[in-house]
């Protein structure tokens, strides 16, 4: 079974002490490539930076996550056309609209999700997108550059059937992580994750974030990491009716194609 975590935050300072012990769990549980995540400046500055230490491995993304777009100038959009000339650098983002914490106002949040799209266009790259109650704002902005870029993925999928349904009307991927583990608040994905086609469909940890709640024994630590997406894949598999063989090599296949992956070296 080889599996692609589209999205691991290994930028993150919780792996800094165990990186490398991190990378051999994930290659011992099926996991060989990772895309990793860029959410700021820095952060996609230090993504491409882990992409070419261990090239054929990781991959990156740059951009700017709407937490983060207060800080977004001028010269942070130049650095994103930088980055993303690398060819390491997969698609443009984490970007998009977050409602739920508002730690930048709305409406620039709107301008710097717009940025973005833009950069996506001129450099044909792909997207990767996170949303968090702005799904009005979001598809409104989204449907008028989505014919303009190779494609789209939503991350982290957590909404309801009517957005699932406008993001696949709008020929968009669906990013599925261990929030489907979590009885309290991601039972109803495991009813969407049916619906959606396999060739639409990736799975991701959002790593260090989101450990499955189903994980036993769950680590002392609490942190999420790309070795557990074995076990989301399983899950994901379970509520579609099928063996985890299939989800693994269907996923996998979607995000070579998505991400224009090369073979594992």
């Known amino acids: 079974m080889q599996l692609i975590d589209i999205g691991a935050n290994l930028g993150h300072e919780s792996f800094r002490h165990d990186f490398d012990a991190m ?74 609209l977050d409602y739920n914490r508002n730690y930048s106002p709305r409406e620039v949040q709107l301008a710097v999700f717009e940025r973005q799209l833009q950069i996506a266009v001129d450099l044909q790259k792909p997207l990767f997108l996170h949303q968090r109650d702005a799904h009005d704002d979001f598809v409104a902005l989204l449907r008028r550059y989505r014919d303009q870029v190779p494609g789209a993925v939503v991350h982290c999928f957590t909404d309801t059937g009517a957005a699932l349904r406008d993001y696949l009307a709008l020929d968009c991927h669906i990013g599925i992580t261990g929030w489907i583990c979590d009885e309290r608040r991601g039972t109803h994905l495991r009813e969407l994750v049916r619906t959606i086609p396999a060739n639409r469909l990736m799975i991701e940890t ?25 076990h989301i894949c399983e899950e994901i598999a379970r509520d579609r009716g099928e063996s985890a063989e299939v989800t693994a090599a269907n996923s996998t296949a979607t995000a070579e194609a998505f991400f224009g992956l090369p073979p594992l070296p």
């Not at 777009?69 to 980055?83: C, K, P, V």
């Open 23 to 96: 990378l051999a769990r994930a290659r011992e549980h099926g996991v060989g490539r990772m895309i990793v995540t860029g959410a700021s400046a820095d952060g996609s500055r230090h993504a491409l930076t882990l992409a070419h230490d261990h090239a054929g491995r990781l991959f990156a993304t740059a951009g700017v996550h709407p937490h983060h777009a207060i800080d977004f100038d001028d010269a942070t959009e130049a650095l994103l056309r930088e980055l993303a000339h690398d060819p390491a650098v997969r698609a443009i983002g984490e970007t998009g």
């Open 206 to 230: 959002d790593a260090p974030y989101l450990l499955p709640r189903t994980v036993r024994p769950p680590p002392a630590h609490r942190r999420n990491e790309p070795m557990y997406l074995k």
